[in-house]
């Protein structure tokens, strides 16, 4: 049984707004308002000064175990999870052997669980082992509890197999999470966005059709057929337009956007940690993806968090694999630029990263501070300035292009089902 504790003095986001209130947990919230009571069994911490946050949720997260241990475990990944402000996590299904099968997932979602700081859930794949071929039984895994479906790194290249899938999908009654890729319109050894910005640095450009052209077809698809579709790591602005147009004909369509998206351009690459798949696109890509989320369009923030070796990513571009490290920069990153620049309230940004996510896939109780929720919090020290150093992050990836940029935030402490996850060490000198 968790031990009861009750938060006092904190700004809450609660609803949609930001409160001073207390709040009262175990597991679950208790209770929110002023001057709650504690009785003697009760740990009582005043966060004065400090923000307190519901728990993040990044439904995007490579996680690499099993199958790829040197780039990631669950138990170092789901403790950077925890470092970031994050509490609910989704394995994407990349690894080996993949979650395609009953007998595969049972014992990928005990792992999940045994070695996880924070929730994480797993993905089943959209067709098996991702190979674009077979419709995984979406039925079958439905009840084990899994919901979501991706083939992510891979589109599913075949439009007839994937027309299948989403029939398939429909029945079951299941979300897909797609990676939208048209591999015709990418040449080997790309690894940059098709522009003069970087291609004349000798680099190979993967053009903005690569992305929407087989988005533009699943949407197409998905008209005809129905479902429940999702879009990862959008980049491109024709992408933006394709939602824009799905959801006004009334499609059951979201689409995520990524911190580095919406932080960075083409012109900003300076090697393989500004690799990553899709890429860095243009200025007025970015601002598409920009207003694209303010505007709904694109729904909430996901980051892709895809950690390699220090050996891997030490290549030139062309060998360099795709991804960068987000768990333990996203949200700092964006306070940073947007809420502390003016351009949105935390109340947005927590509404992007938490309760919109925990919202499309079918989260109950989370993404929120409010009674019966689970006590998936997080303190935000919003007075205390910091740095982001590769050096302390616990991720086993430390490819990131943020190294050393400033940021206007630290999470002070991170709460998952009312046990405390993550704890900063100049927050426990406070005594908070």
């Not at 940059?192 to 640095?201: A, E, G, I, L, M």
Request: glycine share 8%; aromatic share 6%.
């Amino acid at each position: 049984m968790t031990q009861k504790r009750l938060i006092r003095n904190a700004s809450v986001i609660s609803g949609g707004r930001r409160i001073q209130a207390d709040v009262l947990f175990d597991d679950r919230i208790l209770a929110v308002g002023e001057n709650l009571p504690a009785d003697e069994n009760t740990r009582v911490t005043d966060a004065r000064g400090l923000t307190l946050i519901p728990g993040l949720v990044d439904v995007h997260v490579h996680l690499r175990e099993p199958g790829r241990e040197a780039k990631e475990t669950i138990a170092d990944g789901t403790a950077a999870a925890a470092h970031g402000g994050f509490t609910t996590v989704f394995a994407m299904p990349n690894v080996l052997p993949f979650p395609s099968t009953v007998r595969t997932v049972e014992p990928y979602q005990r792992l999940l669980e045994e070695k996880g700081r924070v929730r994480a859930l797993p993905y089943g794949t959209i067709t098996v082992d991702e190979a674009g071929a077979t419709p995984t039984d979406y039925a079958a895994l439905r009840e084990l509890g899994v919901h979501w479906f991706s083939d992510d790194g891979v589109g599913v290249d075949s439009a007839a197999v994937m027309r299948r899938c989403l029939e398939a999908a429909r029945e079951a009654d299941v979300l897909f999470a797609c990676h939208t890729e048209d591999m015709n319109y990418r040449q080997p050894g790309a690894s940059v966005h098709d522009s003069p910005v970087v291609t004349s640095r000798g680099w190979i450009g993967i053009p903005s059709a690569c992305e929407s052209a087989q988005l533009i077809r699943d949407l197409k698809l998905l008209k005809e057929t129905g479902g429940r579709y999702h879009t990862c790591h959008v980049s491109a602005k024709e992408s933006v337009d394709a939602l824009r147009e799905a959801k006004a004909a009334g499609q059951d369509v979201t689409g995520e956007v990524t911190a580095h998206h919406l932080l960075l351009e083409d012109k900003d690459v300076q090697g393989p940690m500004w690799k990553m798949n899709p890429p860095l696109r243009s200025h007025e890509d970015r601002m598409a993806l920009i207003e694209g989320l303010e505007s709904g369009t694109l729904d909430f923030i996901a980051n892709d968090h895809a950690p390699h070796t220090e050996e891997e990513k030490n290549q030139p571009m062309d060998k360099a694999p795709f991804g960068i490290v987000s768990l333990e920069t996203a949200f700092p990153l964006l306070y940073t630029e947007f809420v502390k620049g003016g351009r949105w309230s935390l109340e947005q940004l927590v509404h992007w990263m938490s309760t919109a996510p925990a919202r499309r896939f079918g989260l109950e109780g989370t993404g929120d501070i409010l009674p019966g929720y689970r006590a998936d919090l997080v303190l935000v020290d919003e007075n205390r300035p910091g740095i982001i150093d590769k050096t302390t992050f616990l991720s086993r990836g430390k490819n990131t292009p943020f190294d050393k940029w400033p940021t206007a935030c630290t999470i002070a402490e991170t709460i998952c089902e009312g046990r405390t996850v993550w704890r900063d060490t100049e927050t426990e000198k406070k005594g908070s």
